[in-house]
């Protein structure tokens, strides 16, 4: 865990990713440089987490760019157009994909008639531009996140939103991880997140490897575990925060705040700002991913686990309605409701 999740081979010009399908019992690193490569990493989850995700989009369709023929401007920027809406669409809902994109986009719009070499040249800098300020936000989110804990408390998250979902830190880990490096211990439990088994593969992976005291529980433990009062908060990450404060994440997590709620238990969102969409008015909005059955009835198993023709609905995520959450950790601060406005004035300030 001393290496970064994503990253550009300086050397190669690549970009390099841990395969996150092969955890936990193979480190495999993958370099690539083609579109096709980058889209099937994305779909795949090859890299996953939204914020990740961003990153790796921008690395990667610059690792494209660079081999592109260095041609007219408008021959290079209509490829590139091409190239970004065929990476946009391998996540749909993950709004970071999207995000860091335009942010590509808006270099080569700025940069009209632009000699193609320097061009190339101005991506690369967006490009590390954007690990360099996930790095950041994902440390100033883990600062704000430990303020809300305590030395020796029982914390459970969802899925994986630690640093394998981002470049460094995470999002809902990184104030264990932050809080690890002060000395502090907690004792964290860990969904195992059906059906692809993030939990389980990936955050105890990364917990363990730091040292963090950690259980794993079955996503339908979680219950047993809060009304054991061995839960003291929980943190999860999220994929598309909503205008109204509904939030997006990995399946099972709207299931686990209706808990939390049941228990009196804080639910605490780690969203980096670039996950909070104000277009998007609320949950109704947001297009959820639908998932091949077979990840629920063959992938983990020998055997196929069910029928054959049985019918599976196997989304991606879900959204907890904004009522259910306590509040939004943000790297400019803690938000609290009501969110629509707490929202509104959080990207008002940052304008300023």
């Known amino acids: 865990m001393h290496q970064d999740t994503v990253a550009l081979d300086p050397e190669t010009e690549e970009l390099v990713i841990l395969d996150q399908t092969r955890l936990p019992g193979q480190t495999v690193f993958l370099r690539l440089s ?42 290079f920027a209509a490829e590139f157009e ?27 719009r700025e940069h009209t008639g632009c000699p193609v070499p320097a061009l190339k040249d101005r991506l690369r800098e967006r490009a590390l531009e954007l690990r360099d300020q996930d790095i950041q936000v994902c440390r100033a989110i883990g600062e704000y996140g430990l ?9 459970l998250t969802h899925c994986n939103a630690g640093q394998l979902a981002t470049v460094r830190y995470g999002t809902a880990l990184a104030p264990i991880h932050v809080g690890r490096e002060q000395g502090m211990q907690f004792r964290v439990f860990t969904d195992e997140t059906r059906p692809l088994l993030q939990g389980a593969r990936l955050s105890a992976y990364e917990l363990f490897a730091d040292g963090v005291d950690t259980t794993l529980i079955c996503d339908n433990m979680a219950s047993s575990v809060m009304r054991r009062g061995w839960v003291q908060a929980v943190f ?29 238990i804080p639910f605490y969102v780690c969203a980096p700002m670039s996950t909070i969409d104000l277009s998007c008015p609320d949950g109704t909005a947001i297009r959820i991913e639908e998932r091949p059955g077979a990840e629920v009835t063959d992938m983990w198993y020998k055997e196929p686990m069910a029928p054959e023709g049985v019918k599976v609905y196997n989304p991606a995520f879900d959204v907890t309605d904004a009522d259910l ?3 939004f950790v943000t790297e400019r601060g803690i938000i609290r409701p009501p969110f629509a406005p707490a929202l509104k004035r959080l990207f008002a300030r940052t304008e300023d």
């Open 34 to 75: 083609t579109a096709e490569a980058i889209y099937q990493a994305i779909y795949t989850l090859q890299v996953r987490g939204a914020p990740a995700i961003g990153v790796a989009a921008a690395i990667g369709i610059y690792a494209v760019c660079r081999r592109m023929p260095d041609t007219d401007y408008e021959t």
């Open 236 to 264: 999860v990450g999220c994929d598309r925060v909503a205008a109204n404060g509904d939030t997006a994440n990995k399946i099972g997590t709207s299931g686990v705040a209706i808990l939390a709620k049941h228990y009196g």
């Open 147 to 155: 303020t809300l804990i305590q030395n020796g408390d029982g914390i």
């Open 325 to 327: 959450i306590t509040a």
């Open 82 to 108: 091409r190239i970004r809406a065929y990476l946009v669409s391998a996540r749909p809902t993950a709004v970071n994909l999207a995000w860091a994109l335009e942010q590509m986009a808006q270099v080569v």
